[in-house]
């Protein structure tokens, strides 16, 4: 069983952090969060101070972290603290850009430190039921050698391939959630406006074709306006909106559904708090509709 560093404990790397304490793995962790961190140390997780400490202690580096500053950061910490003997794996679960994954590759290569790139499909709720795809691309022998710690706190890992192709996998998952999640609120508010009971929306849509994990997870809580705390946030969500705006720039594609739907999540950033859940974007669509 190898020893995890795990940066960041939020809803999601503190999903991971748990289910690989229940499993007997030693885990230490870090986040600046207190409430994450009462969290994890509640496991069974040891919490220490510092990054250089957390990297020298462990074999397996797992990053969660909530944006492109913040993991850019900790990046620099880890070159900071030089290149480590035996060699160790970072895993990052994050959704950042493909440029930025291949130049953090190179500089953890320079330092005996493998890169992994597996980022995951799932919500913080799917998350903390072990219900979430993990999509890990790079050098096969390492990527096999984490597949028992991701099956630690997924209910799949699938290698996909090269390095690299992980993001492109979330990419493309993030742009379905953001038409699947922005279509739900419309056919609620549609369903609202008609006449229908709200309850009974969601029961019939959900039972049906029309369905999408979307649908069932979030439009409970748009029915309820229960946007806290956050299964996965406005703030971390926009950031992924413009990864996505940037690949599809790269590629030279047009996607006319996804650019609707991002240009409403990027006119909420006015009114909706940051904090607040994705399925918050039903408040965004209703204001648009008084």
Known sequence: MKIIGSIGLGAMGGAYAKFLLEDNYKVYGIDPDTNNANAFTSYGG????NISELVNKSEVIILSLPTVPVFKEVINEIENNGSVIQSKILIDMNTISLDDKLETR????????????????????????????VMSSGESKVVDECDIIFKSFSKQNINVGEFGNGIKFKILANLLVTVHNTVTAEA?????????????????????????????????????????????????????????????????????????AAALYIQSKEKIPITYDTAAIFEQLENNNK
């Open 106 to 133: 190179d500089k953890l290569q320079k330092l005996n430190i493998q890169m992994v790139d597996a980022p995951v499909s799932g919500t913080g709720a799917q998350a903390k039921e072990k219900d979430i795809v």
């Open 188 to 260: 609620l508010l549609l369903g609202q406006k008609a006449g229908l009971d709200s309850n009974m929306i969601y029961e019939v849509l959900n039972a049906g074709a029309a369905t999408s994990v979307m649908l069932d997870k979030r439009m409970p809580l748009m029915i309820n306006k229960n946007y806290e705390p956050a299964t996965a946030s406005m703030r971390i969500f926009l950031k992924d909106i413009e990864v996505i705006s940037n690949f599809l720039k790269t590629n030279n594609l047009n996607s006319p559904t996804f650019e609707a």
């Open 46 to 49: 040891e919490l220490l101070s």
